[in-house]
């Protein structure tokens, strides 16, 4: 019994001082403290329009009218032209066009991003269509079945905050697989264009049945066709050549696609009215009678089509999300990747219900709606409201559509994709592995398919990454650099900025990093521990400049926000303006200040910002960079300089030669401390000008870096500012 006891205790014991049970009641009990506001705060979040309308200046509201009217009339031919690429009828296309500006206006964190059917996912459709309809069933259906289980995946990501899955999909492996599915797209439409029929699929088999054809190809139908690719150009041409200088031109040339559509419709109907079952070349023969009826997905073949939905999937989040967080790095706002991914999901979701196909964010309409000077989500109610008309109204105009302009209004709109050779050069010169990568990316998705293609080049790049772990190699310190290397120096002048402890966090725990005295208030110091490569560099990116935001202000519209988000003692004593801007100025999103806001008062900030003016960045532990971190550097850098202005820097430390090889073979101007002295700046400060461009500098250590001249800053000014910052820090007895 005694014995029965003592292991009883024994037990009892290890429980209570379990660590792994220990954190589990911890969170729990945590979690419930906070469910209440939490989950009101999480709802409000899923609908950001009752963050952002209470602060709507109604002089926004003509904006937001044009934008939409604009877009409404861009929808139409693209929505037709990438239904005719997902191999569905054309009405379909618009069915999907209709309730994706509705829904965004109460989800959307973007006032630019424009949600409808593109290129891309039109194509992966048509693939799962060609497979599917072998089983009797309509495209249509097969289409809005891939919708729903599209939705599913953002819904599911969004909801759990999963977006990261989505950085394994490297810089490279995408640009080779829109490059891949662009000429792929290309290709499919030039039977239409030409006239020919049963033309096969594959790009083998179309180029082989294309040239086989030729004797037969429709002289009409290559008139209408190149005669159409031919006025887009000039339209677009004309637009980038005059279009800043004189309105109207820039209208025809935003608006080219729905003018061509026009022009060659009534041609078309001249030419086909009495010979409607037999007419001189292909009509889309669009009918539609309304919005179709809500029906549930077929939900025995979602299950079948799950993983061929992946792919589509994968597509649609990456283009939404870099469109997404491109404008509004260009417009000085912020969008919050998940509720963006939530929003994805629900609008795909509804669109299978109504019998639409899968959407996503779109490129070009996105520029056009930010040219148009769009002010709000509120812009989309507006471009649904056309596209409605155009379903109750316009469907017997569409009927004579000539397929082959819906084939010029695809390739025009298609070509752009393809990326440069200058991107894939510089894959080869930055990292041999991402060249490799994008390659089989691009070939793989050309001549077989999107999905094995994009598939193959994940799987190699994950491969390749746990090789190179695997197979790390250690490399001897000389004599001279153990006697030389100032270890304890670096290693003491500054705290991890990084929850837990340098680097592995978001700094965002509940404590305030640590800023040793002799660091200047207008200096950020962040300290890499791993390699800056696909899976973790846009997160990394993302802490630091996070970070940044919280600890520090800017010097222009982006830092009013964050100046926003503090107390207003802090406002008044910085140099950032206080949120009660002018109506016109003031920024319509409120996602950026709440975050900031709620991060700020998590870890108690409540003195004055200082706004920062150098970024030192300690790459002493990075012994590998790959294309795409060099990218996320190169967008923290250009994010720095538009929050803190053109004067800030950013400076390197302890940066290895394979490191800043790679760094500058991708084009990015480095030069080490002692060649930006041969270059004629004294103690080798930055702000470096070679010929015409300003450079970065890499330092030998962090001591350097964090104690080297500002850039603009006479030289004993400067020796004055850094050694009063010094006096504390050398009467701790803190070597400096």
């Known amino acids: 019994m005694k014995k029965l006891s003592g292991k009883a205790q024994e037990i009892r014991t290890e429980i209570q001082t379990d660590e792994n049970l220990n954190k589990a009641k911890r969170y729990a009990r945590r979690g419930a403290e906070n469910l209440p506001s939490a989950a009101l705060e999480y709802v409000v979040e899923k609908l950001p329009i009752a963050q952002w309308l209470p602060r709507y200046a109604p002089r926004w509201l003509i904006?937001?009218?044009?934008?939409?009217?604009?877009?409404?009339?861009?929808?139409?031919?693209?929505?037709?032209?990438?239904?005719?690429?997902?191999?569905?009828?054309?009405?379909?296309?618009?069915?999907?066009?209709?309730?994706?500006g509705l829904l965004y206006a109460f989800m959307g964190t973007s006032k630019d991003l424009s949600v409808g059917p593109t290129s891309i996912i039109s194509l992966l459709t048509a693939g799962i269509i060609r497979d599917f309809s072998r089983e009797g069933l309509a495209p249509e259906v097969i289409a809005a079945t891939v919708a729903f289980m599209i939705g599913v995946y953002a819904f599911a990501l969004g909801l759990f905050k999963l977006g990261f899955i989505l950085d394994f999909i490297s810089v490279p492996v995408l640009t080779g697989f829109i490059s891949g599915v662009a000429i792929t797209i290309l290709l499919g439409q030039v039977d239409s264009l030409l006239g020919e029929k049963n033309v096969g699929d594959g790009t083998a088999t179309i180029i082989h049945d294309v040239f086989a054809q030729l004797p037969q190809a429709s002289g009409p139908t290559i008139a209408i066709g190149f005669s159409g690719i031919v006025l887009l150009v000039a339209l677009q041409w004309a637009g980038t050549r005059w279009g800043k200088r004189y309105k109207v031109i820039w209208l025809l040339s935003i608006s080219r696609a729905a003018i061509v559509l026009l022009i060659y419709t009534i041609i078309s109907f001249?030419?086909?009215?009495?010979?409607?079952?037999?007419?001189?070349?292909?009509?889309?023969?669009?009918?539609?009678?309304?919005?179709?009826?809500?029906?549930?997905?077929?939900?025995?073949?979602?299950?079948?089509?799950?993983?061929?939905?992946?792919?589509?999937?994968?597509?649609?989040?990456?283009?939404?999300?870099?469109?997404?967080?491109?404008?509004?790095?260009?417009?000085?706002?912020?969008?919050?990747?998940?509720?963006?991914?939530?929003?994805?999901?629900?609008v795909n979701v509804l669109n299978s219900v109504f019998s639409g196909y899968a959407v996503g964010g779109a490129m070009s309409r996105t520029a056009v709606n930010s040219e148009c000077g769009v002010k709000s989500p509120l812009s989309g109610i507006i471009t649904s409201g056309f596209i409605l008309l155009a379903i109750y109204e316009l469907t017997g105009a569409l009927f004579w559509i000539p397929s082959a302009t819906l084939a010029a209004i695809i390739v025009t709109a298609v070509w752009g994709l393809i990326g440069p050779t200058s991107a894939f050069y510089r894959f080869w010169r930055t990292s041999f592995a991402d060249f490799v990568a994008s390659m089989l990316s691009f070939w793989i998705t050309v001549f077989v398919s999107a999905e094995i293609g994009i598939a193959a080049a994940v799987g190699f790049s994950v491969a390749y990454t746990l090789l190179r772990a695997a197979f790390a190699r250690v490399s001897p310190l000389e004599a001279n650099r153990l006697i030389n290397a100032p270890y304890l120096g670096d290693a003491e002048l500054y705290s991890p900025r990084f929850?837990?402890?340098?680097?592995?966090?978001?700094?965002?725990?509940?404590?305030?990093?640590?800023?040793?005295?002799?660091?200047?208030?207008?200096?950020?110091?962040?300290?890499?521990?791993?390699?800056?490569?696909?899976?973790?560099?846009?997160?990394?990116?993302?802490?630091?400049?996070?970070?940044?935001?919280?600890?520090?202000?800017?010097?222009?519209?982006?830092?009013?926000?964050?100046?926003?988000?503090?107390?207003?003692?802090a406002a008044a004593t910085s140099n950032t303006a206080p949120s009660s801007a002018p109506q016109a100025d003031r920024s319509w999103s409120v996602a950026g200040e709440r975050r900031v806001r709620k991060l700020r008062a998590r870890i108690g900030i409540t003195n004055p910002i200082h706004a920062i003016r150098v970024l030192v960045l300690d790459m002493s532990s990075v012994a590998y960079i790959d294309s795409t971190g060099v990218t996320a550097l190169k967008d923290l850098k250009a994010d720095l300089k538009k929050f803190a202005g053109p004067e800030a820097e950013v400076r390197f430390a302890?940066?290895?030669?394979?490191?800043?090889?790679?760094?500058?073979?991708?084009?990015?101007?480095?030069?080490?401390?002692?060649?930006?002295?041969?270059?004629?700046?004294?103690?080798?400060?930055?702000?470096?000008?070679?010929?015409?461009?300003?450079?970065?500098?890499?330092?030998?250590?962090?001591?350097?870096?964090?104690?080297?001249?500002?850039?603009?800053?006479?030289?004993v000014a400067w020796e004055e500012k850094r050694d009063s910052d010094m006096v504390y820090g050398e009467a701790m007895g803190v070597a400096v």
């Open 63 to 100: 904006n937001d009218v044009v934008a939409g009217l604009t877009l409404g009339i861009m929808m139409i031919p693209q929505a037709l032209a990438y239904a005719k690429i997902a191999t569905i009828p054309g009405q379909f296309g618009l069915m999907a066009s209709w309730i994706p």
């Open 499 to 569: 929850g837990g402890g340098g680097g592995g966090g978001s700094g965002m725990r509940g404590e305030q990093p640590t800023a040793l005295p002799y660091v200047p208030t207008d200096t950020q110091v962040f300290r890499f521990t791993q390699p800056i490569i696909f899976p973790n560099a846009y997160r990394v990116k993302g802490e630091i400049w996070e970070n940044i935001q919280v600890y520090t202000a800017g010097s222009n519209s982006s830092s009013r926000s964050a100046a926003a988000a503090s107390s207003k003692s």
């Open 270 to 346: 001249f030419l086909n009215r009495h010979r409607r079952d037999d007419p001189i070349f292909s009509l889309s023969k669009v009918s539609a009678n309304g919005i179709s009826a809500p029906r549930l997905p077929n939900i025995a073949l979602a299950g079948q089509i799950a993983t061929r939905a992946v792919a589509p999937f994968v597509s649609a989040a990456l283009e939404h999300l870099a469109i997404g967080k491109g404008f509004a790095r260009k417009n000085d706002y912020v969008i919050d990747e998940s509720q963006e991914l939530v929003y994805l999901g629900a």
């Open 654 to 715: 302890g940066l290895s030669d394979g490191v800043k090889g790679c760094m500058v073979r991708s084009g990015w101007k480095v030069v080490d401390s002692e060649e930006a002295v041969e270059l004629g700046t004294e103690d080798g400060s930055p702000l470096v000008v070679k010929g015409d461009e300003v450079v970065d500098v890499a330092f030998a250590g962090v001591k350097e870096a964090v104690r080297g001249r500002r850039g603009g800053w006479p030289k």
